[in-house]
């Protein structure tokens, strides 16, 4: 069965940093594209970075570019989010979800961590 | 990068149909046949439930059905039932390795 599950979500005040995992298990980690989505309270989905298999290449949605950067480790299985210069508008949600090749479907997805950006 | 326009909601009787539209430009629905669609309950995870525009994952009802034409997708729900209730969101692939979701429907059973 496969399992995503999310950590490290909390309290940060803005301008701060965190950093989220996703620990995944029941499929073959390192062959598969991996991404982060996040959710507003009250709001819709939002894509947010995706990383190659071999963590070789990063796509950024323009609102986090130069603040978060997505890795893996793939001898852990488990993907990463650093996430700096925080903003109240950082405030989701945070899925984790196994990304198809072609990086056009997200089949799995955790259940989320929640990240509060506020003072 | 703008977020695909979805109706904020559709509405139905058990056994009907509903059809949620959305659109996009020719660079993200227009210019690809990658569309998505998920189903998402209150409190949980978005569900994948049509992917490359009209195909169904292993396990998802055939009541669920995708299409496109141009730049707008469709997700029709035939023979609506009470646990179709839910927001769906429709993504797109809108190149270099990017991917935009529309605002979101909630479909209501009545």
């Known amino acids: 069965e496969v399992q995503l599950v999310e950590s490290g979500g909390g309290l940060v005040q803005p301008g701060g940093s965190l950093r989220l995992s996703c620990a995944a298990s029941?499929?073959?980690?390192?062959?598969?594209?991996m991404s982060w989505v996040r959710q507003a309270p009250g709001k819709g989905l939002e894509w947010v970075a995706n990383?190659?298999?071999?963590?070789?290449?990063?796509y950024y949605v323009d609102s986090v570019k130069g603040r978060f950067t997505i890795s893996r480790d793939n001898a852990k299985n488990s993907l990463y989010l650093q996430m700096n210069s925080l903003r109240a508008e950082d405030t989701a949600v945070y899925y984790c979800?196994?990304?198809?090749?072609?990086?056009?479907?997200?089949?799995?997805w955790g259940q989320g961590t929640l990240v509060t950006v506020s003072s | 990068q703008s977020a695909l326009t979805q109706p904020r909601s559709v509405s139905g009787s058990p056994g009907q149909s509903v059809t949620i539209s959305c659109t996009g430009t020719?660079?993200?629905?227009?210019?690809?046949?990658?569309v998505s669609w998920y189903q998402q309950h209150p409190g949980k995870a978005p569900k994948l439930m049509i992917y490359?525009?009209?195909k169904r994952p292993s396990g998802v009802p055939d009541r669920f059905s995708g299409s496109k034409s141009g730049n707008t997708a469709s997700l029709t729900i035939s023979g609506l039932q009470a646990e179709d209730e839910a927001d769906y969101y429709c993504?797109?692939?809108?190149?270099?390795?990017?991917?935009?979701f529309g605002t979101g429907t909630k479909v209501t059973v009545l």
């Open positions: 979800a196994s990304t198809s090749s072609q990086c056009d479907y997200f089949d799995y």
């Open positions: 029941g499929f073959t980690f390192s062959s598969y594209w």
């Open positions: 990383i190659k298999q071999d963590g070789s290449e990063k």
């Open positions: 020719s660079s993200d629905v227009g210019g690809y046949n990658y």
């Open positions: 490359d525009v009209s």
């Open positions: 993504c797109s692939y809108a190149g270099s390795y990017t991917s935009v």
